[in-house]
């Protein structure tokens, strides 16, 4: 029996792979723009609600600005993950990287600054790095299929590693210069990722064959390359994670800034300290994660949620520097378990849809970064403490779907070796 199958054979022709060095090279590429492209993201998404606040915007109109990136971002990524693996990952990247240049440079339009303006500016965003993210991670996982765990890690490591300093460049350029300043940094970094992208990425495809597997013994093993089912319990596990992080990760970045202000004896060079401290040692977490064995990620993203529920829990009942910034350690590291574990059990689960799998985990996140700043923007506006009492019920609802979840998954591997 004759059928058509799509191996992860990569290359430029029908007879060379990509060699190890341009497999090295396109990685490499990835972390560098990964880095470039969150260091972006990060500043408009701290950028968009901060300044939506000095524009005398309400506690939902500052959810909004966070929000809107991701009602679109629930459904972006699967669209760009598909369209990843169709047209190929350099092409992909270039034309979203185009994209966002083009979508940065309304923001410096000086006559229709306004919150809904805002808003509409980042659900722009949430559309075209739908694009971005599951290009790259798709590039990476199938390039590296022997050390996906790593290579992922490496990835994530990369975007949180980029967000770091966002919340300081926002606060020295607007102490030197104006606000809207902030733009034109990121605008130039995002030319040089295109560069990088467009110089140095490079290009390949998979190639398609067509096999006897009555008589070709390559057959069976090709034949089998595997492709788990989206509606699986440790699928759905995953799930409940990206999109606990998604909503911890908008709050923390969305309403923290804000909340943090209004304690007696706080101010932005406080909240300021705080995000470094989140976002290191959620990169530290990554790299935490990365290095630990495939058996336990079903446990890593159980952590994170436990992580997630003591973490706004603490956010939650105190308002003291020390406490917050304890609190801020542990969401790091919540956050870190929840995005990294769900994003590897999922992208690993195939061989030959990297891009489109990819772009589940994202749009699931998406779910998250609507929720959080929406339902946190507007319980913000009857106490400013409540969002985090949001997040400590939804960590605590999320623990008790996926222990059981996990639970039948290890049962079922058990029955079927």
């Known amino acids: 029996m004759t059928q058509p199958i799509e191996p992860f054979c990569l290359g430029d022709d029908d007879s060379v792979d990509l060699p190890a060095s341009s497999r090295r090279r396109n990685r490499l590429v990835g972390y560098i723009s990964t880095f470039l492209v969150t260091f972006t993201l990060g500043t408009t998404e701290i950028f968009a609600p901060w300044y939506t606040g000095i524009l005398g915007g309400s506690g939902f109109e500052i959810g909004w600005a966070m929000g809107s990136f991701g009602i679109v971002y629930m459904v972006s990524p699967a669209l760009g993950g598909r369209f990843s693996d169709r047209v190929g990952r350099k092409r992909s990247l270039t034309i979203a990287t185009i994209a966002y240049i083009g979508v940065l440079v309304l923001y410096l339009n000086p006559y229709l600054v306004s919150p809904l303006y805002l808003i509409t500016i980042r659900a722009l965003e949430g559309l075209v790095y739908g694009f971005i993210a599951p290009s790259i991670q ?54 040089v990722s295109l ?98 064995p495939e058996q336990s990620m079903s446990s890593v993203i159980t952590y994170g949620a436990i992580l997630s529920a003591v973490s706004s829990a603490m956010l939650f009942a105190f308002t003291d520097f020390w406490m917050l910034a304890m609190a801020m350690v542990v969401s790091g590291v919540a956050v870190g378990f929840s995005y990294l574990g769900a994003l590897y059990l999922i992208v690993s689960a195939t061989d030959i849809e990297k891009g489109a799998y990819a772009g589940l985990v994202e749009s699931m996140g998406g779910v998250g970064l609507f929720l959080g700043p929406i339902l946190g923007g507007w319980l913000a506006d009857f106490q400013l403490t409540l969002p985090y009492l949001m997040c400590t019920i939804l960590s605590v609802v999320v623990i008790i779907g996926i222990i059981p979840l996990l639970r039948r998954e290890k049962l079922k591997a058990q029955i079927i070796p």
């Open 138 to 191: 798709g590039m990476l996982a199938e390039l590296t299929p022997e050390a996906e765990c790593e290579v992922l890690g490496n990835f994530s490591t990369s975007w949180s590693a980029g967000m770091i300093f966002s919340p300081f460049v926002i606060a020295y350029v607007e102490g030197l210069y104006q606000p809207i300043s902030t733009i034109y940094v990121v605008l130039a970094i995002e030319l």
């Open 195 to 292: 560069g990088l992208i467009a110089g140095l990425l490079q290009g390949y495809r998979r190639k398609k064959v067509t096999v006897d597997d009555a008589t070709n013994n390559d057959s069976t093993k090709e034949t089998s390359l595997k492709s788990a089912s989206k509606t699986s319990p440790r699928f759905i596990a995953s799930y409940l994670s990206i999109m606990l992080w998604g909503v911890v990760s908008t709050v923390v970045l969305a309403l923290f800034p804000s909340y943090v202000e209004t304690l007696p004896g706080l101010t932005s060079d406080h909240w300021g300290i705080m995000l470094l401290v989140w976002n290191g040692v959620r990169t530290v977490a990554f790299i935490v994660t990365a290095r630990l």
